[in-house]
């Protein structure tokens, strides 16, 4: 029976890593590319990185989709999202307008809503805790090889073809991975006693974590900061290298794929140690290392090689933060896992949502400099948050 179900899970995660790989190429999609895609839609990178920030604001359903996941099952949800997320990209990619270009990308907000909290959830429900980060962190390869394989392929497609090009590639190969999903179990529901309820309630009941309160907003609140003390910088970072080094679409696409290399030491890091060294230290270690990341930065801008090298630091940290703190969340509140871990996305694209518009802002405000100091601010607030209030269970 455990080598079954050892092989169940392996199943899962494999299949898992390859849908989540084309769910964070689209979602990564802009960061290195964003004025390249601004340019050829006919809009400045400012009001794109504000689409791009709208598109996070339509993720903060998350929560509410997470609540009907643990009714009708992780993977129908995964599925629908999929769906939902594949026709926007082909809307994107064939758009003839900024209006049709803006729907296609505000519908991938909506799919990557359901589908990202809920193969965690999924995931998590088939791992025990003791080996959660392990199961989260081989499932968050995918982040990484999104940079590696994705990044580095939608440049090569966007210098080869058009910036279109990522978006038709990508929307084909997630309707098809909807299918795909047939092929996993469905999770187990939980029935809702709640219908009764009057609406002033239903909003109180859906705020209340239960005992562990206080620690589990705790581990909300420092999701949404890290996500933004990393995407503050993250979502201009090309135009920073475009307008330092004049690099084409093809070398940024190289420069994903090392940070690609840098997330999946980070991954693989939270997967083979974070369940021994326990998963609060390991957290505060991860923000610790973003917060001298962002205080070198403005240091390292010598050449491309050190540009680079500012970049990866604080990009590997928070891939180790984010990981590790996925599979703190998902103990938090174990009988409304759905529900935490949407809350838990929720809270990162509050973070993304404001960064996307703050980033460019700042940047061209203030330079390299200013996008910096920002994002230190927001990962000291996450260390406090965390030390003090985030409890492990």
């Not at 026709?87 to 209006?99: E, H, P, Q, T, V």
């Not at 990044?151 to 910036?163: K, N, Q």
């Not at 957290?283 to 930065?297: H, K, P, R, T």
């Amino acid at each position: 029976m455990k080598q079954a179900l050892n092989h169940k899970i392996t199943y899962l995660l494999s299949i898992g890593i390859v849908v989540k790989l084309l769910v964070d190429t689209s979602f990564q999609l802009f960061n290195p590319f964003l004025t390249i895609i601004a340019a050829g839609v006919g809009i400045s990178a400012v009001s794109l990185g504000g689409l791009v920030g709208i598109r996070s604001f339509i993720g903060l359903s998350a929560p509410l989709i997470g609540i009907v996941a643990d009714r009708i099952g992780y993977r129908k949800i995964m599925q629908i999202s999929l769906i939902i997320s594949g026709a926007g990209l082909l809307i994107a990619g064939f758009s003839k307008n900024a209006g049709f270009f803006a729907t296609g990308v505000i519908m991938t907000g909506l799919g990557q809503a359901g589908f990202t909290p809920n193969i965690h959830a999924h995931v998590s429900s088939k791992l025990p805790y003791e080996k959660r980060a392990m199961g989260i962190g081989i499932l968050e390869y995918s982040w990484a090889l999104a940079g590696m394989v994705g990044l580095l392929g939608a440049g090569l497609l966007i210098e080869g073809f058009s910036w279109r090009s990522p978006f038709i590639v990508l929307g084909i190969a997630l309707l098809a991975s909807s299918i795909l999903l047939f092929s996993l179990p469905e999770s187990k529901t939980v029935t809702s006693r709640k219908s009764s309820l009057s609406g002033k309630e239903k909003l109180l009941d859906f705020i209340n974590l239960g005992s562990n309160a206080r620690s589990a907003w705790g581990s909300l609140f420092v999701q949404g900061f890290s996500m933004f003390a990393l995407m503050h910088l993250m979502i201009i970072h090309g135009g920073w290298l475009v307008d330092e080094f004049g690099l084409s679409a093809s070398i940024l696409g190289t420069v994903a794929l090392i940070m690609g290399f840098t997330d999946l030491a980070a991954s693989v890091s939270v997967s083979l140690f974070v369940d021994k060294i326990g998963k609060k230290r390991s957290v505060a270690i991860g923000i610790s290392g973003m917060i001298i990341g962002f205080i070198l930065l403005p240091f390292l801008r010598l050449s491309l090689l050190t540009a680079v090298i500012a970049l990866i630091i604080p990009r590997t940290f928070f891939e180790f933060t984010i990981v590790s703190n996925i599979a703190l969340v998902s103990e938090q509140v174990p009988d409304q896992r759905g529900k935490m871990l949407s809350l838990n996305s929720a809270f990162g694209l509050m973070g993304i949502t404001t960064a996307s518009v703050l980033g460019p802002l700042n940047y061209y405000n203030f330079g390299i400099t200013g996008l910096a100091i920002t994002s230190m601010i927001s990962a000291v607030i996450a260390l406090m948050i965390h030390l003090l209030l985030v409890r492990d269970r």
